[in-house]
């Protein structure tokens, strides 16, 4: 009778995902608005005679965001820049890639799965 032999195969612990370790620590509304985009709402707005441009601001009700637009008196846009709240971009990690998009997207799930369980 032949004998088979099982061997353990130990697996190199991987270095950890800074993207992971990033999202764990990230406020839960920054996680959201990666998830599902900003929820935008306008919060100031005037014409600026030294740009020939109106200056539009609006503000994310759920991660403090703010976006300027400068707009054309004809409504073109013709530039705009984000204001991001304290920690909301992680120094050092750049764009993000789909497989870290599918982090931010599995935290935010897990986020809501733990509230709802915590309420039955």
């Known amino acids: 009778m032949a004998r088979t032999r099982a061997t353990a195969q130990v697996k190199a612990a991987s270095p950890p995902d800074p993207v992971e370790a990033a999202v764990k ?10 998830d ?9 707005a005037h014409w600026r005679q030294q740009d020939n441009a109106y200056e539009s601001q609006l ?3 759920r991660c403090s965001t703010s976006r300027v637009r400068w707009l054309s008196a004809r409504g073109e846009q013709l530039s705009g820049q984000y204001d991001y709240p304290e920690g909301y971009l992680v120094k050092g990690l750049g764009r993000l890639t789909g497989h870290d998009r599918d982090i931010i997207r599995l935290q935010s799930v897990l986020s809501v ?8």
């Open 25 to 34: 620590a990230m406020d839960l509304s920054h996680i959201q608005c990666r």
């Open 36 to 44: 599902f985009g900003h929820s935008w709402r306008p919060y100031t």
């Open 59 to 61: 503000r994310c009700q």
């Open 113 to 120: 799965l733990a509230n709802d369980t915590a309420e039955e």
